[in-house]
């Protein structure tokens, strides 16, 4: 019977947790003030696309470093997918767990760096495209 009522408040909390977003009574924005917002972009975007022809160098750099960082993005997540799915299918196999682990430790560390690389990079040309205005 206990088991019951513990069963029936989780279930009752969980259904509080999924209604309760509806209930939220918050004032909605005016539609002319987002679209503002959407024209103004988030900075980068708009120095580049207000200041820069297409045979500018910077652009076409940053461009390039941006597909090769999203890029390096997808190849994290394919990583870390292999990574889960070996250490999931070693069946107590320790050595295939460590190698398992490795690949998860080093996807890691190179998203890290990824990241790390395309903030530098992003503050670079950001600041070199406000520098050129």
């Known amino acids: 019977m206990k088991n019951k009522i513990k069963h029936l408040f989780i279930l009752l909390c969980l259904i509080v947790i999924l209604i309760l977003p509806y209930f939220v009574f918050a004032q909605t924005a005016p539609l002319d003030s987002l ?8 900075g980068y975007e708009k120095i580049i696309d207000d200041n820069v022809d297409g045979n500018n160098l910077v652009a076409n750099a940053g461009k390039i470093v941006q597909a090769f960082l999203s890029l390096l993005g997808i190849i994290f997540l394919v990583l870390m997918l292999y990574g889960g799915y070996s250490w999931m299918t070693a069946a107590g196999d320790q050595g295939k767990v460590e190698r398992a682990q490795n690949t998860i430790r080093r996807a890691i560390i190179g998203i890290i760096i990824t990241i790390g690389s395309y903030a530098i990079t992003q503050f670079v040309l950001v600041k070199l495209l406000d520098h050129n205005v």
Request: glycine share 12%; charged share 40%; no cysteine.
């Open 35 to 42: 679209k503002k917002v959407q024209e103004a972009g988030s």
